[in-house]
């Protein structure tokens, strides 16, 4: 799959052993993405978005963001320079985000892209984990809602 440097809106899955931190900024956050979730989103830069958010926090890194150090040293690290994939063993550069589904919406509006999110959000809350995370059983489903909801739009 190709990224873009387009708006757009996109449906991920994660193939980690262990749950993940969902935001690298907040280790000390109780907040994990683990292997039976999706995350539903919109993005006014797909290609930015899947590149510094996703397959950097849900990923092998080299270093931790300088602003959480004294966390990782509150934990026994010398410094933020883990080496590490907390997702998983593999100590090589890896992510653990699959792109499922991408679609450029250069047509819609971000508010169009906000409402397309609440009707999602509203569609599905039966299934909502947290925020715009969703139980992973009902992918097929929400790129199929959110296949026909774009359309609609044209």
């Known amino acids: ?6 708006p757009g809106m996109y ?3 994660f193939n980690m052993e262990n749950p993940m931190r969902k935001d690298r900024y907040r280790p000390e956050s ?3 993405v683990d292997k039976n979730m999706i995350k539903v989103g919109k993005s006014a830069n797909i290609k930015r ?3 510094n ?9 080299e270093s931790e963001p300088k602003r959480t150090i004294k966390y990782w040293q509150g934990l026994g690290y010398k410094d933020n320079n883990l080496k590490r994939c907390f997702g998983c063993n593999v100590k090589t550069p890896h992510h653990h985000v699959v ?8 047509f819609l509006t971000e508010q169009d892209r906000k409402d397309i999110e609440k009707k999602v959000k509203k569609e599905f809350s039966q299934s909502k984990v947290f925020g715009e995370y969703y139980r992973s059983d009902i992918k097929e489903d929400v790129i199929i809602f959110l296949d026909e909801t774009i359309a609609s739009y044209q």
Do not use: D, G
């Open 1 to 6: 799959m190709i990224l873009t440097s387009n």
């Open 11 to 13: 449906v991920i899955s």
């Open 30 to 32: 109780k907040s994990y």
């Open 49 to 51: 978005t899947m590149k």
């Open 53 to 61: 958010r996703y397959t950097q926090t849900f990923a092998y890194r």
């Open 99 to 106: 792109f499922e589904y991408i679609k450029e919406t250069n």
